[in-house]
């Protein structure tokens, strides 16, 4: 059964960068269909997806942080990294790794319709804090 384990600062400075990695265990993530993403949630909000890297390698970002997202991956350490620039205290919030496996057009299901119901496994979360 495949694992995931966040790993990262807990504390960052506003305007700094926030980076986070994600370990996967138990499973490749350069299986087909696996899809392996960013989630996060602000202290008394709901889960907001971030992005997504596939197995191909091909990324996917939220609209809302298209513009200071960036996911990339070391197939060699079987990981995946997720960069936050900019931040802010708004940025504050639990980061969770998930897995989605889905064969169908991840286009089309992350231009329109990703639900994180949809994704089956799930590292434990690791609190970040956005504070001079």
């Known amino acids: 059964q495949v694992q995931l384990q966040e790993s990262g600062p807990g504390l960052v400075k506003p305007s700094q960068t926030l980076s986070l990695t994600c370990t996967v265990s138990?499973?490749?993530?350069?299986?087909?269909?696996?899809?392996w993403n960013w989630i996060r949630q602000p202290p008394g909000k709901g889960l907001e997806w971030m992005g997504a890297?596939?197995?191909?390698?091909?990324?996917y970002y939220s609209p809302s942080l298209k513009s200071r997202t960036s996911i990339s991956r070391d197939t060699s350490k079987n990981q995946f990294t997720l960069q936050l620039s900019s931040v802010t205290p708004e940025d504050t919030a639990v980061y969770y790794c998930?897995?989605?496996?889905?064969?169908?057009?991840?286009?089309?299901?992350?231009?329109?319709?990703?639900?994180?119901?949809?994704?089956?496994?799930w590292g434990q979360g690791t609190q970040v804090t956005v504070s001079s």
């Open positions: 890297i596939a197995f191909s390698g091909t990324t």
């Open positions: 138990g499973g490749s993530i350069i299986n087909g269909y696996d899809y």
């Open positions: 998930a897995r989605l496996r889905y064969s169908g057009s991840a286009d089309y299901y992350y231009a329109r319709a990703v639900n994180v119901a949809d994704f089956d496994s």
